[in-house]
């Protein structure tokens, strides 16, 4: 099992596996590239209905093509046919989302199901034909490698390359549109004419990985490897080409698994890499991962509690809460009757001027960043200087005065 | 002299345009604009006078923003044409920089607040051009000047309110337009914000641009601006904020919503 995955992982698995192994990761790096932009612009579910679109068109194509005598599975005639009926399928949701009061959301759901509907209706139809029991359309749903020619990785790679192409040129505009597109209006761009755009790629992206990953699945290509690029970045640029990498890698690592043994799925599996890369990225990503935020929360709930903890011991208050008392006690600031150390007691102190110091410090310097800055947590020297510090120690005096006034 | 220019309207009324507000850097003619059959807007004219520093004001609903949206194309126009230095809005763009509401745009977006202010170049960028240090240099100028150059790096979902509205101010100031369009630039921002755009905005006006604000504080009004358009669906008045800021137009533009014992409070110069 192992070796199978292996030498599918270089290449080493023959004709088809290469070719399949090959295609797979131009057209997740295409997917994962421009699915960023729509997974930006929120759009992500748009994709769902470009895809369930394209049915309808692969079976009219099949049964034109049958019809005036060829060969009925030519690819690039299905391709054809699937992009004109997904084109549609678009329109329709535009159409609906503009003229009626219907949102996106429900122009989406009507979309995708009738135009998939009526597709499964046409291949019913198709397999009573004479010649459409060996037509192999469902392939189209999941995807099917087996039978994968030369020219059909050679179409995918050209689109991919395309779509990315288009991606760079684009990626200034379709990131306004996605953050900002009222500016991007005022600026004199064409909010509606990039969108298309992006619709676009996302459409010949779709159609275009139809023979690997098959129309229910790859809205997973577009929409996961952008989901886990987020978790990674925080600037858009670097989201889109980690989408792209992450995509690239779940198509070749998801490809070589499935050539490693007879009658393992591409698409699926591709799809179940993806997911992977996802879930890691989920945990561990260092600054929106889950266990990153765990961390954080933790280590500033810790915080917190020293701080409470150092400034009742300051005013000798006594201390109930039981976290409180163990990170005392930790940090070698409490003794284990509740008394405080002599290290605990210095370093309460010291808490209490910085405390008095702040409230001096937000007296001072109102409505500016200085107060902002105040989270009960950042010792005051992280934030003044020296000479500024000095300037409140000299207002304290007083402060203490107007307490002991109270 | 150029002769008048006589426009006809659709109502038959003519409006004379004088030849001298050819050149304003915002004439707005006979603008309506509705959401659907019920009209935001209804038949403004009005003319905003170069280096002016003018407010838009009004009740809510009553018509600011869209007033802002409608002459830059972001709503679409029932009726009625918008000039930039007598030329048709759509042909000056390059010559506008338009300050949304912070509220309108997602602030998880991934970005950093530099990325944010280097939109205000994309449009001299293209699609291909390179980033050039000059360039760079001018946006962390721009930056500089609303205070938030040492927030560069940050991402723009840890700023404040007031931060973000530095940012998006930023933005606009990249452009380095001649008309400048803020919606709202005063919501729910600090008093240090406040002061930052004000100060920003006037060094704006002193150097020949042309500032229009939608401005919801009338307590300030005066303060702050020197022409004062006041709208209510229809405009109900333009002009100097020395003769337009009177309690006769504040009651026409907010009717029974204004007791008249806050329009005694303000400082109105007209009175």
Redesign the interface.
């Known amino acids: 099992m192992l070796d199978g995955i292996l030498s599918a992982f270089f290449l080493q698995s023959g004709y088809n596996a290469t070719l399949v192994t090959i295609g797979a990761c131009l057209l997740g790096i295409a997917a994962g590239t421009s699915g960023t932009f729509l997974f930006?612009r929120?759009r992500a579910l748009i994709s769902d209905a470009v895809a369930h679109a394209t049915l309808p068109g692969v079976a009219i194509a099949f049964i034109i093509m049958v019809f005036f005598g060829g060969d009925g599975r030519n690819l690039v005639g299905l391709l054809l046919g699937s992009a004109i009926s997904s084109l549609i399928g678009l329109l329709a949701v535009g159409w609906i989302t503009k003229y009626t009061r219907l949102a996106e959301d429900a122009a989406i759901g009507a979309v995708l199901s009738v135009f998939f509907g009526a597709g499964i209706v046409l291949l019913t139809v198709i397999q009573s034909m004479s010649s459409g029991r060996q037509a192999g359309l469902e392939g189209f749903l999941l995807g099917s490698t087996a039978g994968m020619l030369f020219q059909d990785a050679v179409t995918i790679a050209i689109g991919g390359v395309i779509a990315v192409l288009a991606v760079f040129?684009?990626r200034?505009?379709m990131?306004?549109a996605?953050?900002?597109p009222?500016?991007a209006?005022?600026?004199?761009?064409n909010v509606y004419r990039t969108d298309l755009a992006t619709m676009g790629l996302v459409m010949a992206v779709t159609v275009i990985g139809l023979k690997i990953v098959g129309l229910i699945l790859i809205v997973a290509m577009l929409i996961i490897p952008a989901v886990t690029a987020?978790f990674w970045?925080?600037?858009?640029e670097?989201?889109v080409i980690l989408a792209g990498l992450f995509g690239g890698a779940a198509g070749y690592i998801g490809s070589a698994i499935s050539a490693s043994a007879p009658d393992l799925p591409t698409g699926p599996i591709i799809v179940l890499v993806s997911f992977a890369l996802f879930c890691v990225s989920l945990f561990f990503a260092p600054e929106r991962g889950i266990f990153s935020a765990l961390l954080r929360h933790r280590r500033f709930q810790l915080l917190v509690h020293r701080r409470q903890g150092l400034l009742a011991i300051a005013h000798g208050e006594r201390i109930y809460d039981p976290l409180t008392l163990s990170t005392l006690r930790k940090a070698g600031f409490l003794r284990a009757d509740g008394v405080a150390t002599d290290s605990g007691a210095a370093q309460a102190s010291k808490t209490l001027r910085d405390e008095r110091r702040w409230k001096v410090a937000r007296g001072i310097y109102q409505?500016?960043?200085v107060s902002?800055l105040y989270d009960g947590l950042t010792p005051i020297e992280a934030v003044l200087t020296r000479d500024q510090i000095a300037e409140i120690d000299r207002h304290i005096p007083v402060a203490k005065q107007v307490d002991g006034d109270r | 002299m150029q002769p008048a220019i006589t426009l006809a309207t659709e109502y038959g009324k003519a409006v004379e345009i004088a030849a001298s507000d050819d050149q304003s850097p915002l004439a707005i003619r006979e603008l309506t604009v509705s959401y659907g059959e019920k009209p935001a807007l209804f038949s403004v004219d009005t003319v905003i006078p170069a280096q002016s520093m003018t407010a838009i004001v009004g009740p809510n609903g009553a018509g600011k923003s869209t007033l802002l949206?409608a002459a830059?194309?972001?709503v679409p126009r029932l009726s009625g044409n918008v000039q930039v230095f007598g030329e048709p809005v759509?042909e000056m763009?390059?010559k506008?920089?338009?300050v949304?509401q912070r509220a309108?745009?997602?602030w998880d977006?991934?970005?950093?607040v530099l990325?944010?202010v280097m939109?205000g170049l994309?449009?001299q960028?293209g699609?291909?051009g390179f980033i050039k240090p000059s360039q760079k240099k001018h946006v962390m100028e721009c930056l500089e000047r609303v205070g938030m150059a040492e927030f560069a790096e940050r991402?723009i979902g840890q700023l404040?309110g007031g931060q973000q509205q530095r940012v998006f101010l930023a933005?606009a100031l990249a452009?380095n337009a001649d008309l400048y369009?803020l919606d709202e630039p005063f919501a729910g921002v600090?008093?240090?914000t406040e002061k930052a755009i004000i100060a920003v905005l006037q060094s704006l006006k002193e150097n020949g641009r042309t500032v229009v604000c939608v401005h919801h504080d009338l307590a300030t009004v005066a303060d702050y601006f020197d022409h004062l358009l006041l709208v209510n669906i229809r405009k109900i008045a333009d002009g100097p904020i020395s003769e337009v800021f009177t309690s006769e137009n504040l009651q026409a533009t907010y009717g029974g919503r204004l007791a008249s014992t806050h329009i005694d409070q303000l400082k109105l110069p007209a009175s």
């Open positions: 930006l929120k040129t684009l200034r505009p990131t306004l996605a953050f900002d009222e500016y209006t005022s600026t004199g761009q987020r970045s925080e600037r858009a670097h989201v409505d500016d960043a902002n | 949206k830059l194309g972001i759509e763009q390059d506008i920089a338009y949304p309108s745009v997602d977006f991934p970005a950093r990325d944010v939109m994309y449009p960028l699609l291909l991402q404040s933005r452009q369009l600090d008093a240090a």
